[in-house]
């Protein structure tokens, strides 16, 4: 068994100190923020503060692969989450309309899921964090870099262990990333002497608005979760403890949709949406709140076959994070933290092995994920800015957009859709099963329809009202 040290204790970081805990090693998580989480998770959407997480109190998600996740190698969290006041939600109910078979199939319950607020669903796991023997957690700890230990490769610095602002040297067999989106160990790689890992970034494009709400029953919900409304996008999401919470967003050079700060522009909008409407049947908890500057990035620690730096592993966001708007982050995230522990199961005393199988277990299983968002976010972007600038977006005939429109008319196609949503599955893999792109296929060129809701015009008349 050996020592690790995790950077980060938001629900990656801890998620993956949990189980190698579990498997015996001698865990230390350092956490920037000095304040945990209180003792009533309930209270933590109001009490909490976590400045270093700067989307907290943005809408979050958590999907199917996240549950199959934690009862398999976290049992117990699931019903943790339920009993701080986590929701069930199955995405198949009800189904849509446009569906000819509306019968209900042994399986369909894979679908289900347990979510709600960040800051809710964070104290949960930050509780079982602290009951886990051999996880010791340090909040207010603020890492200033690595320390360098022996070589591995010729050449290559290996980290073993980190520095911290106090002078305090923390000497580890491996250092994992979990500072999510603004992670500073690029700088830190640089400093110990390592090439800095290769990265793509770019601006997505959008800006949210987000409000939430509560009252005593939960919205029905009528569309889909994430909803494109021409040169905008709505998305729905139920949260814990009768609470949940509307997001209008768009481009974030269209300056009209400053106007959404106002909460009763705000309003208007959303009251134009058929499908969202009744979502603001409830009495709003906050005011709206913008977000903007949100960054894709990727990074990779081999280059040309090469590790930059062994004894350390990013995951999560400080790997790679996209736009937040499919709620598939802590999905996503989750789904590396259990393959980091399954490659440090098998390679935490041969760090050369593991820095290149946990790349290429990394490039396998995670990193499609992310390019199927990166491609889905730069369509919707190119839609969303043609219609605001008065002209015809692009045609979307891909095999996705027939995918996504076939299961508006197939059931079995609607369900292959949301195995892909949910993070259970690859839409490669989906649509290479006998039949499923043959019913792709079937869909007649055009048979999507708009949703329901302003077009541009109607919509700079709500804005400018």
Not at 28 to 46: M, N, Q, Y
Not at 243 to 256: K, N, R, V
Not at 359 to 366: G, I, R
Request: aromatic residues 8%; neutral net charge; proline residues 7%.
């Amino acid at each position: 068994m050996g020592k690790i040290v995790v950077c980060g204790a938001g629900v990656i970081g801890l998620s993956v100190a949990i189980m190698l805990a579990q498997d015996g090693h001698e865990v230390t998580v350092l956490e920037a923020d000095p304040d945990g989480a209180p003792a009533a998770p309930v209270e933590a959407w109001a009490s909490w503060e976590r400045n270093g997480v700067t989307q907290f109190h943005q809408p979050h998600n958590l999907f199917t692969r996240f549950r199959l996740i934690c009862d398999e190698e976290m049992p117990g969290l699931t019903e943790r989450l339920v009993t701080a006041g986590c929701v069930w939600v199955n995405f198949l109910e009800p189904l849509p309309p446009s569906l000819s078979d509306q019968s209900w199939r042994p399986g369909d319950e894979q679908f289900r899921f347990v979510t709600g607020r960040r800051p809710v669903i964070e104290s949960v796991v930050a509780a079982a964090a602290e009951d886990q023997p051999g996880l010791s957690i340090r909040r207010g700890v603020r890492v200033t870099g690595l320390l360098a230990g022996r070589s591995a490769i010729p050449g290559t610095p290996h980290a073993a262990g980190v520095l911290t602002v106090a002078g305090e040297r923390l000497h580890a067999d491996l250092v994992i990333d979990a500072m999510g989106r603004r992670t500073p160990t690029a700088d830190w790689l640089s400093d110990l002497g390592a090439r800095r890992p290769y990265v793509e970034t770019e601006d997505c494009g959008f800006v949210y608005y987000s409000r939430y709400f509560t009252g005593p029953t939960r919205p029905v919900r009528h569309g889909r979760t994430l909803c494109p409304i021409g040169s905008f996008s709505v998305l729905t999401l139920d949260g814990d403890n009768g609470t949940w919470s509307i997001t209008l967003f768009g481009p974030t050079g269209d300056a009209p949709l400053k106007a959404l700060r106002d909460p009763n522009c705000f309003t208007q909008v959303v009251q134009a949406c058929p499908l969202q409407a009744h979502w603001l049947d409830g009495t709003p908890i906050t005011d709206v709140l913008p977000m903007a500057g949100i960054l894709d990035r990727y990074r990779r620690f081999v280059i040309d076959s090469a590790p930059i730096v062994t004894g350390f592993a990013a995951v999560g966001d400080a790997w790679a994070c996209t736009n937040p708007s499919a709620g598939r982050g802590l999905s996503m995230g989750l789904i590396h933290a259990q393959l980091l522990r399954k490659v440090v199961r098998a390679y935490l005393d041969d760090p050369v092995s593991f820095a290149r199988v946990w790349d290429e277990h990394t490039e396998k299983f995670v990193t499609p994920f992310y390019r199927n968002q990166i491609a889905a976010d730069r369509a919707r972007i190119a839609e969303m800015n043609a219609l605001r600038n008065g002209f015809e977006p692009p045609e979307r005939k891909s095999l996705m957009d027939r995918f996504v429109t076939a299961a508006g008319y197939d059931a079995d196609v609607f369900r292959a859709l949301y195995e892909t949503v949910l993070c259970l599955t690859l839409p490669q893999e989906v649509l290479a099963r006998p039949g499923i792109k043959d019913k792709v296929d079937r869909v007649e060129k055009g048979a999507a329809g708009r949703m329901p809701g302003p077009d541009r015009h109607q919509l700079l008349r709500l804005l400018s009202a």
